[in-house]
Nanobody, 123 residues
Framework: QVQLVESGGGLVQAGGSLRLSCAGSGGAFRFYNIGWFRQAPGKERESVAGIFWSGGITHYADPVKGRFTVSRDNAKNTVYLQMNSLKPDDTAVYYC????????????????WGQGTQVTVSS
């Protein structure tokens, strides 16, 4: 069993930056692949980014490529999502999730989910 807690969300102006954190506890968090997803009001949940347990492989959805960076510090049981050049379209609740499978962009393979953190980007 893995517990995940997201933090770092908030209100930011377009063009600004935020760094989200996903803190894991329980189980062997450092051996799980971690994904970031987001869901805006009235929209389907979508993949944002993901990172393998080793940190050696990352995945980014097209809308965030070049603006977002995913990283992890296994010594701290934490995965980060650095979000730069934020746009109003990035407004959503952001979730982190853990999986032992490799399909980082597919939400159905994830076994554990955090409660989410709200990101709001004003224009």
């Amino acid at each position: 069993q893995v517990q995940l807690v997201e933090s770092g969300g908030g209100l930011v102006q377009a063009g600004g930056s935020l760094r989200l954190s996903c803190a894991g506890s329980g189980g062997a968090f450092r051996f799980y692949n971690i994904g970031w997803f987001r869901q805006a009001p009235g929209k389907e949940r979508e993949s944002v980014a993901g990172i393998f347990w080793s940190g050696g492989i990352t995945h980014y959805a097209d809308p965030v490529k070049g603006r977002f960076t995913v990283s992890r510090d296994n010594a701290k049981n934490t995965v980060y999502l650095q979000m730069n050049s934020l746009k109003p379209d990035d407004t959503a609740v952001y979730y982190c999730a853990a999986t032992s499978r490799a399909n980082l962009g597919v939400d159905s393979v994830y076994d554990y989910w955090g409660q989410g953190t709200q990101v709001t980007v004003s224009s």
